[in-house]
C-alpha cells in the first residue's frame, strides 16, 4: 500500500514538473520557430565550441530568422544579412540594450553600488551619455590625425625591432602583437607608451592574454553563479580571474593618479584627459550626480582593452597569416606599395587613396576573419516585430555575423581569399552593406576607426619592410583549423619575416 503511494506521489511530481517546464519554456505566441533543448540548461549543452557554426547549421531547417533558449533566456538569432538589417538599422532604437549576466556585473560592477559601468554592458541614459562622450572624444583625440598616427607608427618601428631581432628565426606574431596593441590603446587613453618588460605593462598583459581569454569559458557561471562557489574548476577559473581583474585596476588607479598630477585642465592631450575635464565641469555646474566618476572610468578603460586589444590583435595576425597563405596576394599588396609609394618612407593614412588593394585585402581578412563571429549579444528594449515575428520585450538577441559574411546569396565563392571582390573596375573600395564586422546600428563598434586605421598601418607597413613565409616543409593549417576563442583567431602559425 505504501508503495503504491509513493509511485502515485511520484507520478505526480513528474506530471507537475512537466506541466512547469512546458509553459516555462513555451515559445510566445509568434515568436520566431526553433528546436527544443533541455529543461533548465535549453539548448546551451547543443552549442558546441563553434556555436555560430551549428546556429548557421540550425538556420537550415528553422530559417534566417529562429529562437532558441539559453538556460530560460529566449534568444533569438538573426543569421543573415536581411533579418540583421531589419532589427539593428530598421528597428534601431528597439534593439539596443544589453542584458548584463552574472560575469558582467562582476566585470562592469564597482566597488561601491550595484551599478554597471562602462559602456559595453550598460543601458539607458548612462550608456547614451557615456557612448556620446565616448564617440566625440575618441574623435577628436584624433582617429585619422597625425599625432594618433606618429604614435601607431612608433609601435610599428618597435615590432619591426624585434622582428628583426629574431634574425630570420619563425615566429608567432600574435602575443607581440597583442603588446604592440595595447601600447596604443595607452596612447589613446593615458598618451603614454609602456617598454614591453615593464612590470605594470606585464600585469595588464597578463589581464589581456592569460585571464581575459578565460572568459570564454564563463558560460556555466553565467547560468549557475553558485558553480563557483564550489571547490573545483570553476571555482579556481573565477579566483583566478577576479584575481587578474583587481591586478588590472589597480594599475589603472595608480596611472589615474599620476595622470591627475600632470593633467591641465583644458589641455586634453588623451581620454582620461576628457574625462576628468568633464568631471570637473559637471562638479563646477552643481552635477555632483554625474556618471563622469573614477569607478566608471576604471570600468571604460577596462572596457576599451578588453573589447580592442584582441580583436585588432587577431585582425593583424589574421592578415599575416592570409598573406603566408596566399604569396600571390602578397606579392601583389607589396608592388602595389612600390609602385604608389616606394620604399623610402613610412605609409601613412593619406596613402589610403592610392593604396586601394591594400585596404581591400584588409577588408577581405575582417570578412573571413570574422574576429567576432556572434557580435555581442543585445537585448530587446520592447516588444517589436522582425520579418513577420514577433521579438518580446527582454529577449536576448544575437546576429550570426560570421553567417553574414559567408552566405553565397551576397558573397561569390565565399570561402576563397579574393580581395579583388572589394573593388570596382575602376579599382576604386566598394563597401557592401553585408559587411559588418565592426556590427551596425546603436551599440556598433565605437573603436571602429582606430581599429582600422592599426590594421590598415600594420600591414601595409609591414609588407612595406619585410616578406612572409613559413619554414621550408612546415604545414600550415588551413583556415577551417581557425580557434574560437574571445575573439576567432587563425591556427597557431610561425612566420619568417624577411626584411626586403
Ligand atoms: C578589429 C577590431 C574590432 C572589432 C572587429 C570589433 C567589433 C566589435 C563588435 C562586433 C561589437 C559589438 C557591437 C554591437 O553590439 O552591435 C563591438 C563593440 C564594442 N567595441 Fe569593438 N571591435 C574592434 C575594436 C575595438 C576597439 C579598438 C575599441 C576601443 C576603442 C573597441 C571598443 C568597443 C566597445 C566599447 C564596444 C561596446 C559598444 C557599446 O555597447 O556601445 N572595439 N566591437
Known amino acids: 500500500m505504501l508503495g503504491l503511494l509513493a ?6 511530481l513528474v506530471a507537475a514538473f512537466s506541466v512547469y517546464i512546458y509553459f516555462k519554456w513555451r515559445r510566445p505566441k509568434g515568436v520566431p520557430p526553433g528546436p527544443n533543448g533541455v529543461p533548465v540548461l535549453g539548448y546551451a549543452p547543443f552549442l558546441t565550441a563553434r556555436p555560430h557554426e551549428k546556429l548557421l547549421e540550425l538556420s537550415k531547417t528553422y530559417g534566417n530568422i529562429f529562437t532558441i533558449y539559453i538556460g530560460s533566456r529566449l534568444t533569438v538569432i538573426l543569421n543573415d544579412y536581411e533579418a540583421v538589417k531589419t532589427a539593428y538599422t530598421d528597428n534601431a ?14 566585470l562592469n560592477g564597482s566597488d561601491h553600488d550595484s551599478r554597471i559601468r562602462g559602456l559595453t554592458m550598460s543601458n539607458g541614459d548612462q550608456w547614451r551619455t557615456m557612448r556620446r562622450f565616448a564617440l566625440t572624444t575618441l574623435r577628436d583625440l584624433g582617429m585619422g590625425k597625425s599625432r594618433l598616427q606618429s604614435r601607431i607608427l612608433e609601435e610599428i618601428d618597435s615590432f ?6 629574431k634574425n630570420l628565426k619563425p615566429a608567432n606574431p600574435e602575443h607581440l602583437m597583442i603588446a604592440c596593441i595595447a601600447n596604443i590603446m595607452f596612447a589613446v587613453t593615458f598618451d603614454k607608451r609602456f617598454e614591453h618588460d615593464d612590470q605594470q605593462f606585464r600585469t595588464i598583459m597578463d589581464f589581456l592574454t592569460i585571464a581575459l581569454p578565460t ?18 574548476k570553476f571555482k579556481k577559473f573565477w579566483a583566478d580571474f577576479t584575481t587578474s581583474q583587481t591586478l588590472l585596476r589597480n594599475v589603472f588607479r595608480k596611472e589615474l593618479a599620476l595622470h591627475e598630477k600632470s593633467h591641465d585642465f583644458g589641455q586634453v592631450q588623451d581620454y ?6 568633464q568631471r570637473e565641469k559637471e562638479l563646477k555646474q552643481g552635477n555632483t550626480n554625474t556618471y563622469f566618476d573614477e569607478d566608471e572610468l576604471i570600468v571604460e578603460l577596462t572596457n576599451f582593452f578588453g573589447a580592442g586589444a584582441e580583436t585588432t590583435a587577431s585582425t593583424i595576425t589574421w592578415a599575416y597569416y592570409f598573406m603566408v597563405l596566399h604569396p600571390d596576394v602578397q606579392r601583389k599588396v607589396q608592388d602595389v606599395i612600390d609602385s604608389k609609394i616606394g620604399r623610402d618612407r613610412d605609409i601613412i593614412m593619406e596613402d589610403k587613396v592610392n593604396l586601394t588593394y591594400v585596404e581591400a585585402v584588409c577588408q577581405e581578412v575582417q570578412r573571413l576573419g570574422n574576429v567576432v563571429p556572434l557580435s555581442i549579444a543585445r537585448s530587446a528594449v520592447e516588444d517589436s516585430n522582425v520579418l513577420g515575428f514577433n521579438v518580446p520585450k527582454g529577449s536576448y538577441i544575437m546576429p550570426n555575423l560570421w553567417n553574414v559574411h559567408r552566405d553565397p546569396r551576397h558573397w561569390d565563392a565565399p570561402e576563397q581569399f579574393r580581395p ?23 551599440r556598433h563598434c565605437p573603436g571602429e576607426s582606430l581599429a582600422k586605421m592599426e ?14 613565409s613559413v619554414p621550408r616543409g612546415y604545414d600550415l593549417r588551413p583556415p577551417e583549423e581557425y580557434i574560437n576563442g574571445l575573439t576567432a583567431r587563425p591556427p597557431p602559425f610561425e612566420v619568417i619575416f624577411t626584411p626586403r
Open 7 to 12: 509511485s502515485w506521489q511520484a507520478l505526480f
Open 93 to 106: 532604437d528597439a534593439f539596443a540594450d544589453r542584458s548584463p549576466g552574472f560575469a558582467h556585473y562582476a
Open 160 to 165: 619591426s625591432a624585434t622582428l628583426k631581432k
Open 215 to 232: 572568459l570564454s569559458n564563463v558560460g556555466p557561471i553565467q547560468l549557475f553563479p553558485w558553480l563557483r562557489l564550489i571547490p573545483g
Open 272 to 277: 582620461v584627459g576628457a574625462f576628468q575635464d
Open 420 to 442: 579583388e571582390r572589394f573593388l570596382d573596375e575602376e579599382g576604386r573600395l566598394l563597401n557592401p552593406p553585408q559587411f559588418m564586422p565592426f556590427s551596425i546600428g546603436k
Open 455 to 468: 590594421v590598415f598601418l600594420f600591414v601595409a607597413n609591414i609588407l612595406a619592410r619585410f616578406n612572409l
